[in-house]
């Protein structure tokens, strides 16, 4: 979104919008390029449904030949979650 808008639009959005999430929701939508796998998690994120979206990490993980379990608590691990 930032790279087909100038900065000034960006602030401008930003300064207007009183609702974060919901302003952030937006930037992921019109980053999306009408990916039809992204547009279903953003979907998914909206809902709540955060077992969908677990599922479809472990699927692309799966399918790329790594180990969910194995990144998922690097992630954390290098986030600091327990």
């Known amino acids: ?10 602030l401008q959005m930003v300064q207007n919008n009183s609702n974060p999430p ?3 929701m937006e930037m ?20 709540g449904n955060r077992a969908g ?14 180990d969910f379990e194995k990144e998922f608590n690097s992630l954390k691990q290098m986030l600091g979650v327990k």
Request: aromatic share 6%.
């Open 28 to 47: 992921l939508k019109a980053q999306s390029g009408g990916n039809p796998l992204f547009a279903n998690i953003l979907a998914m994120a909206q809902n």
């Open 1 to 10: 979104m930032a790279s087909n808008m100038n900065i000034m639009q960006l």
């Open 53 to 66: 979206i677990e599922q479809v990490a472990r699927n692309i993980y799966k399918e790329k030949g790594l």
């Open 22 to 24: 919901a302003f952030v």
